[in-house]
């Protein structure tokens, strides 16, 4: 049983039939394929590469790319729909994984030549390669500006050496999109160089343990002297940090629909929970407590997807939302980490055991708070645009 708390006026504004048939096709692919293996896969720390391949045959991957390059053109609020259903796997982890490319993509159809497209963007699309994007470093975390990770031209090449962490599809990716300094010091310093993980010089760490998102392979990632053709690189040499940003922008987006999915999953357990559970001669929903509890809960969760929404119809109409998405993750990863927590304490005891879901839905939701931008960092974003 889901609770739907969006008006139908707020659905209808946002979706249309064609979004709703896209969520169908998505759904009755996470209920098909994912649901009956996914505990497996958490505790694998990985799901089969088989399933990019059957996610891909369904338009999943290619959802809001370019027809050209395998995809499946459409406006932002199918790859929210798209999201969205993916969440219903309640795995947080397995959404990453599966979406990498997303965050891997863009910088190439962005700053790409055609040739560049071509090359790496079909096999990705078509799930046959994985993507990864490699950003953060053991010293910089959220820190972009500062990182370290060299490539040094020599002739035809690139020679690279450094290392980056928390990579996530890292342990398996057949490409990086990497951000390397080929300049000074600071922004104006860093490229993007699309790294195939066969050449000499590239490493893989063994899976890194995490906390949540357990389905998700996550790794850190050597290079050393690794060779790398020029023309791989994207854009203009010392142009990279623009395309990091724009990157952001859809990153961001895409953590506050996690975030408002792990909070509305928290939420519909915690109200079907609270429905059965009995105390002193009575089920919970009969404690004003708890009712009020639910109802501030829900009236979260609908806030935050609201304002989620309408960033992702201004981004979509092509308006400049950085302030805006920055304040959207942070409201969404708050109310997250309320509902979750909130959801926990519902189910008591059974909220920390394995085996439930808002057990799993409480670890998934700490990293969203970190991942595309601490909290600290939006909030820096969002105070400099103001001021």
């Not at 708050?334 to 979750?340: C, Q, W």
């Not at 927590?341 to 394995?354: K, L, P």
Request: net charge negative.
């Amino acid at each position: 049983m889901t609770y739907d708390f969006k008006t139908e006026c707020t659905y209808q504004e946002y979706f249309s039939k064609s979004h709703d048939m896209v969520r169908k096709s998505v759904r009755d692919f996470i209920r098909k394929e994912v649901l009956p293996n996914i505990e497996d896969w958490e505790e694998a720390g990985e799901f089969p590469r088989e399933i990019y391949k059957k996610a891909a045959d369904v338009g999943i991957l290619g959802m809001g790319f370019p027809e050209a390059y395998g995809g499946t053109p459409g406006d932002v609020f199918f790859q929210v729909a798209v999201s969205e259903e993916l969440m219903r796997s309640g795995s947080a982890g397995f959404v990453s994984g599966l979406g990498s490319l997303n965050i891997a993509i863009p910088p190439i159809l962005n700053l790409g030549t055609e040739e560049q497209k071509n090359k790496f963007i079909p096999p990705v699309l078509a799930g046959e390669k994985i993507a990864a994007l490699g950003i953060t470093e053991p010293c910089g975390g959220s820190d972009v500006a500062n990182i370290q990770t060299t490539a040094t031209r020599d002739g035809d090449d690139y020679i690279v050496n450094g290392s980056k962490t928390f990579i996530t599809s890292g342990c398996r990716a057949d490409l990086l999109t990497c951000a390397v300094r080929t300049g000074g010091e600071g922004a104006h310093g860093i490229s993007l160089l699309v790294i195939e993980t066969n050449t000499p010089g590239y490493s893989v760490s063994q899976k890194l343990k995490k906390t949540g998102w357990w389905a998700s392979d996550t790794a850190e990632i050597f290079f050393d002297n690794c060779q790398v053709p020029a023309a791989n690189l994207l854009g203009q040499e010392n142009q990279g940090f623009y395309g990091i940003m724009i990157n952001f922008q859809n990153e961001r987006l895409s953590l506050a629909v996690m975030a408002n999915m792990t909070a509305r999953m928290a939420l519909e357990a915690a109200i079907n929970y609270a429905k059965e559970r009995k105390a002193f001669g009575k089920t919970l929903t009969g404690f004003q407590v708890t009712r009020h509890k639910l109802a501030d809960m829900a009236t979260l969760v609908e806030a935050s997807t609201e304002f989620t929404y309408r960033v992702a119809a201004k981004i979509g109409a092509g308006v400049d939302q950085i302030k805006e998405v920055s304040m959207a993750k942070n409201f969404a990863c708050d109310v997250s980490d309320k509902v979750t927590y909130d959801a926990v304490q519902i189910f008591g005891g059974y909220g920390f055991m394995r085996g439930y879901l808002v057990e799993r839905l409480y670890r998934d939701n700490r990293i969203l708070s970190i991942g595309g931008g601490t909290r600290e960092i939006m909030n820096e974003i969002i105070s400099r645009l103001m001021l």
